[in-house]
C-alpha cells in the first residue's frame, strides 16, 4: 500500500464546476499536511497547508479527517487556470520519535477545466 | 529575490559520464532535499541533508551521491552507476527541517536525459 494515495484522474470539468479530491494516507504520527499544484513539466508550488479544523483561501477549501486518515481539497467556481495536478502532501513521522524532515507526495491528481 | 536556483535547466549526459546538478537558495533555510519525478508519477527522495556537513540517503539514493559544504549549496552528482537517469530533478528547501512541520519549496527543476 502507498504511503499517500490520490485517484490519478483525470477530472475533466466544465469552468465553473465544483470539484473535490481525496487523498489518504497511512501514517497515523502524521502531523503535517499539504497540497501542491504542479503545472505541466514545472516544480510543485504550494497551494495550502491543512490544518486539523479545516481551511479556505479564496475559492479552495482544505479539510483534514484524522480518525479516517484522509485529506480532501474543494475547489469551487472552477477557473480554467486552475487545470493542473494537484500533488496531496505529508509529512513522514515516526510514532515515539516525532518528525522525520521528510514529506511524502501522492501521485498527484489531474484536473483539467474545460470552457 | 529570495529562493532556490537549480541550473542548468536542460542537461544531457553521455554513456558513462558524471554530470553535477547545482542547486543554491538564499533564503536562510537549513534543509535541503532532492526528488526525481518520471513521467506520471509521484516525487521520489534521492538524499537530503538538515544541516550543514550532514545528509542523509532517501528512498533511491543509489547512483547518486550530494555534498552540503555550505548552508547555500546542495548539489546532486549523477553518477555512471545509475543506469536510469533520465528525469526531473527537483531541489527543495525547508526552514529548520526536522525540527519543523512547514512546507517544502521547490526550484524550477532540471531535466536530465540521456545522449
Known amino acids: 500500500r502507498k504511503e499517500v494515495e490520490q485517484d490519478p484522474g483525470p477530472f475533466n470539468v466544465p469552468e465553473g464546476a465544483t470539484v473535490a479530491f481525496n487523498c489518504t494516507y497511512s501514517n497515523s504520527a502524521s502531523q503535517s499536511f499539504f497540497w501542491y499544484r504542479q503545472d505541466c513539466r514545472k516544480e510543485p508550488k504550494l497551494l495550502m497547508s491543512?490544518?486539523?479544523s479545516g481551511n479556505e483561501d479564496g475559492r479552495f477549501t482544505a479539510q483534514l479527517n484524522r480518525a479516517s486518515q484522509y485529506i480532501s481539497l474543494l475547489i469551487r467556481d472552477s477557473k480554467l487556470s486552475d487545470s493542473a495536478t494537484y500533488l496531496c502532501?505529508?509529512?513522514?513521522?515516526?510514532?515515539?520519535?516525532?518528525?522525520?524532515?521528510?514529506?511524502?507526495f501522492g501521485q498527484g491528481t489531474t484536473l483539467q477545466v474545460k470552457p | 529575490d529570495g529562493g532556490i536556483t537549480q541550473s542548468p535547466k536542460y542537461l544531457f549526459r553521455k554513456e558513462g559520464q558524471n554530470v553535477t546538478l547545482s542547486c543554491e537558495q538564499n533564503l536562510n533555510h537549513d534543509a535541503m532535499y532532492w526528488y526525481r519525478q518520471d513521467p506520471g508519477q509521484g516525487l521520489r527522495l534521492i538524499y537530503y541533508s538538515q544541516i550543514v556537513n550532514d545528509f542523509q540517503k532517501g528512498d533511491i539514493a543509489e547512483g547518486y551521491s550530494v555534498s552540503r559544504e555550505k548552508k547555500e549549496s546542495f548539489p546532486l552528482t549523477v553518477t555512471s552507476a545509475q543506469k536510469n537517469p533520465t528525469a526531473f530533478y527537483l531541489c527543495?528547501?525547508?526552514?529548520?527541517?526536522?525540527?519543523?512541520?512547514?512546507?517544502?519549496?521547490f526550484g524550477d527543476g532540471t531535466r536530465l536525459s540521456i545522449l
Open positions: 491543512v490544518y486539523s
Open positions: 502532501v505529508v509529512n513522514k513521522a515516526i510514532l515515539g520519535s516525532g518528525n522525520t524532515g521528510k514529506l511524502i
Open positions: 527543495a528547501s525547508t526552514d529548520r527541517g526536522g525540527r519543523s512541520n512547514q512546507p517544502q519549496h
